[in-house]
């Protein structure tokens, strides 16, 4: 058994989280369930434990609103207004036992999106334990008032005899005072050769009714149908609106897509940089039964919306550091 101490910094580099971990496997083998005991925490984050023993992160803005990391597959759980409204969908069939991902909330697909490679369905990244990284490298952008986390994945050697590319996978998960929540992905080569990945992060919304739900922001683009075998269309010039599953790849789009739920008077405003494409899936009604945790008729409280490269992968040299960005916010809506 091996003992992993971890500390978070606050911004004013006083630690706030400490964190001792046992992997009952070790280091390399990342499914090892996890125990973590925090010995210190902070204003604005927390740890709890899922019932698997897995560390949960919860991260807490001075109004109130807030979202849960699971240390398994690096996967927000929850993201809250200050009105303790829930933003995400989870399953109430949902599994939670590691290392499959739970269904719902963001899990990250990489470093494959769906089936299109060798490796399972959506890449392993969803099914691993991350760590919290103690002193992430400085980080682009305005973190100011916001209350973060920062988590590691690296390869482990299992990893590397299915995918033999190493790399560091950085995710900085954080909450503004407006209640915006962010996720901010680096992924470094350091390996002696290029290597090329996809990634989405696929974003369970929580809807009223997706027959009352429409997606604006990828009219007239091109997308591939993976319900036609990956063939290319073009979408018309209205919003989307759902009435039978969907499960798209838009390509090229711009950085902003909105999600309009009329019943709930509110738009989710999903911004991305560093992600051209943008996955749409609704599995509906004859999918949903044959996916075990998923329950008969949930499809229609959700809408996944993904900030994702898929069509043309990202290749780094060694080296070279990648950075991918996404911003969910939710404005009331008449
Ligand atoms: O059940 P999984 O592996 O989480 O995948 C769910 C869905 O994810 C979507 O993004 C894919 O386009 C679908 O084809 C897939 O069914």
Redesign the pocket.
């Known amino acids: 058994m091996l003992l992993r101490m971890f500390k978070a910094y606050r911004q004013d580099d006083t630690p706030f989280l400490e964190l001792k971990m046992n992997t009952t496997s070790g280091e390399s083998d990342n499914r090892a369930a996890a125990t973590a005991t925090a010995t210190a925490t902070a204003a604005g984050v927390e740890l709890t434990k899922d019932k698997n023993g897995i560390p949960l992160l919860l991260l807490r803005n001075n109004r109130g609103a807030s979202a849960t990391v699971s240390l398994q597959g690096g996967q927000v759980l929850s993201w809250k207004t200050e009105r303790r409204e829930e933003l995400l969908f989870i399953s109430n069939k949902a599994i939670f036992s590691p290392p499959k991902?739970v269904?719902g909330g963001i899990?990250i697909?990489f470093p494959q999106?769906?089936?299109r490679g060798t490796l399972e369905?959506?890449g392993f990244a969803?099914n691993k334990i991350w760590f919290i990284e103690k002193d992430p490298p400085s980080l682009a952008g305005d973190f100011n008032g916001k209350v973060y986390i920062d988590l590691l994945l690296k390869p482990s050697e299992d990893d590397m005899k299915i995918w033999p590319h190493r790399f560091e996978f950085r995710l900085r998960v954080s909450l503004a005072a407006d209640g915006n929540l962010t996720l901010t992905s680096r992924i470094r080569n350091v390996n002696g050769k290029n290597f090329s990945f996809s990634i989405?992060y696929?974003t369970y919304f929580s809807v009223s009714d997706i027959s009352e739900v429409r997606v604006e922001g990828l009219e007239t683009l091109d997308y591939l149908d993976?319900l036609h075998q990956k063939e290319r269309f073009t979408e018309q010039g209205d919003a989307l609106t759902f009435e039978s599953e969907v499960?798209?790849?838009y390509l090229d789009s711009s950085n902003t897509v909105a999600v309009l739920d009329h019943e709930k008077k509110r738009t989710f405003v999903i911004r991305k940089e560093g992600l051209p494409d943008v996955?749409v899936?609704n599995?509906w009604e004859r999918?949903s039964k044959s996916?075990v945790?998923l329950g008969d008729e949930e499809y229609k409280q959700m809408l996944?919306v993904?900030g994702a490269a898929v069509e043309k992968s990202i290749t780094l040299r060694p080296g070279e550091e990648w950075t991918g960005r996404l911003e969910l916010s939710v404005l009331p809506c008449s």
């Open positions: 991902a269904r899990p697909c999106f769906g089936n369905q959506h969803r989405a696929h993976n499960d798209r790849v996955v899936w599995p999918k996916i945790d996944c993904d």
